[in-house]
């Protein structure tokens, strides 16, 4: 069975930073790939970042420089390193994984669709 858990979330103050861990089981991540997405009340789900099978890294623009993504094979796990958090990153994150291996691009790394596995998320909150 396929699982994705999130954890690491929390309030922090602007300006602080969090480690968001996501561990995988039922398959190996470095397979597939795996992207982080972000959900504030009342928007849609968007993408923050994701390694793909290949090794490629994506950010969206509004982390970039502030984000890392990163991954332990030996523990199937991936990591978001978020600094300078700033109160409009205030969201639920969730890890996703697609459900056969696939090419990652530029154009298809923050699409929800392309992810067929998700994690139960958890909160970030960034006080200002």
């Known amino acids: 069975e396929v699982q994705l858990v999130e954890s690491g979330g929390g309030l922090v103050q602007a300006g602080g930073s969090l480690t968001l861990s996501c561990a995988v089981s039922?398959?190996?991540?470095?397979?597939?790939?795996i992207g982080w997405f972000r959900q504030a009340p009342g928007k849609e789900r968007e993408g923050v970042s994701c390694?793909?099978?290949?090794?490629?890294?994506y950010y969206a623009d509004s982390v970039k420089g502030r984000f890392t993504i990163s991954s332990d094979n030996a523990r199937n796990t991936v990591y978001l390193r978020m600094n300078s958090l700033k109160p409009e990153d205030t969201a639920v994150y969730y890890c996703?994984?697609?459900?056969?291996?696939?090419?990652?691009?530029?154009?298809?790394?923050?699409?929800?669709?392309?992810?067929?596995?998700w994690g139960q998320g958890t909160q970030v909150t960034v006080s200002s």
């Open positions: 996703a994984a697609p459900g056969r291996p696939r090419k990652t691009t530029l154009g298809s790394w923050a699409l929800v669709y392309e992810y067929d596995y």
């Open positions: 039922g398959f190996t991540f470095d397979d597939y790939g």
């Open positions: 390694i793909s099978n290949d090794l490629e890294i």
